[in-house]
Nanobody, 122 residues
Framework: VQLQASGGGLVQAGGSLRLSCASS???????????MGWYRQAPGKQRELVAR???????KYADSVKGRFSVSRNNAENTVWLQMNSLKAEDTAVYYC??????????????WGQGTQVTVSS
């Protein structure tokens, strides 16, 4: 599974950005993509969950982004988006797209995109 993320950039505090991530894999045969989402890593900090969404549409957000960010996906195309509003300087980080592949046997594997830089100027 290859994940291609895009949409990062430089924005002023209070602004908005929309990240996109497309998967090279279509659901067929013995495996399909279950969870998709976004993590981020700021300099000197550990990678942390931003938001994820299950195939059924169940979402989970970091407390720091609730009410400002929204995650969505297209199951048919295995694409996930992150709409980021009211951005703050502390949202500055490299954002990584994430996907969990699950087989019909219940085995799972995690995949990561290359990362896209989001910089919020105060």
């Amino acid at each position: 599974v290859q994940l291609q993320a895009s949409g990062g950039g430089l924005v002023q505090a209070g602004g908005s950005l929309r990240l996109s991530c497309a998967s090279s894999r279509s659901d067929a045969g013995y495996a399909s993509i279950d969870d998709m989402g976004w993590y981020r890593q700021a300099p000197g900090k550990q990678r942390e969950l931003v938001a994820r969404i299950s195939r059924g549409g169940r979402t989970k957000y970091a407390d720091s982004v609730k009410g400002r960010f929204s995650v969505s996906r297209n199951n048919a195309e295995n694409t996930v988006w992150l709409q980021m509003n009211s951005l703050k300087a502390e949202d500055t980080a490299v954002y990584y797209c994430y996907a969990k592949l699950i087989t019909i046997y219940g085995e799972t594997s995690d995949y990561w995109g290359q990362g896209t830089q989001v910089t919020v100027s105060s």
